[in-house]
């Protein structure tokens, strides 16, 4: 085979450079945005697939992510493994996790997080959480809240474990940090 049939044999049409273009993009997307909020979260209540009630005022004195994700959102999949292990291991010191879905039903939501073998608590969207949180246009999106229920930080886009850890540590118990037991 000559140069120049090797050549157009092996060359991108720019419809596969277009498009190898966005897959790089999708896949190593910018970091996720972090504002500061500081401000107090209104009540809110979400039913649990298992039919129980979750309220805000039951969560106080827990530092909790709320984490707005769907089922179908690549970086929704690629950041509950993530929540879910830091989740395991700061539970004990007060951190709780509920994730909230902005489409899903209950049914469908317990089915995903039952075959994914997440343990944290995941429900539906209703008035009161896009109250106190706002209509989230955009999955995921997290809060963070604070042990006396003031929204701290907004977090726009995929959660990372070290960021995880750098904003809601210090949030924690003094006396449930390591090395104060």
């Known amino acids: 085979m000559d140069r120049q049939a090797f050549l157009k044999k092996w060359t991108p049409s720019p419809l596969t450079l277009i498009l190898l273009g966005l897959i790089a993009y ?40 709320v984490n707005f994700w769907a089922t179908w959102c690549p ?3 690629k950041e509950k493994p993530v929540i879910d292990r830091f989740w395991q291991d700061y539970r004990e010191r007060g951190f709780e996790v509920v994730s909230i879905s902005v489409d899903d039903p209950p049914e469908k939501i317990a089915v995903w997080m039952r075959d994914k073998e997440y ?3 995941a429900a539906p969207t209703n008035a009161s ?28 886009g995929q959660v990372h474990y070290p960021r995880l850890e750098k904003l809601i540590a210090p949030l924690l118990n003094p006396a449930t940090q390591p090395g104060n037991r």
């Open 119 to 121: 343990a944290f608590m």
């Open 26 to 65: 999708l896949w190593f997307r910018p970091p996720a945005d972090v504002s500061d909020e500081n401000r107090p979260a209104p009540p809110w209540q979400v039913m649990l697939p298992d039919g129980r009630a979750l309220t805000s005022d039951s969560l106080r004195g827990k530092v909790v992510l």
């Open 75 to 77: 970086y929704c999949r």
């Open 129 to 156: 959480v896009t109250h106190a949180f706002g209509n989230v246009k955009s999955v995921p999106t997290s809060f963070i809240v604070d042990s006396e229920g003031r929204i701290r930080h907004r977090i726009a």
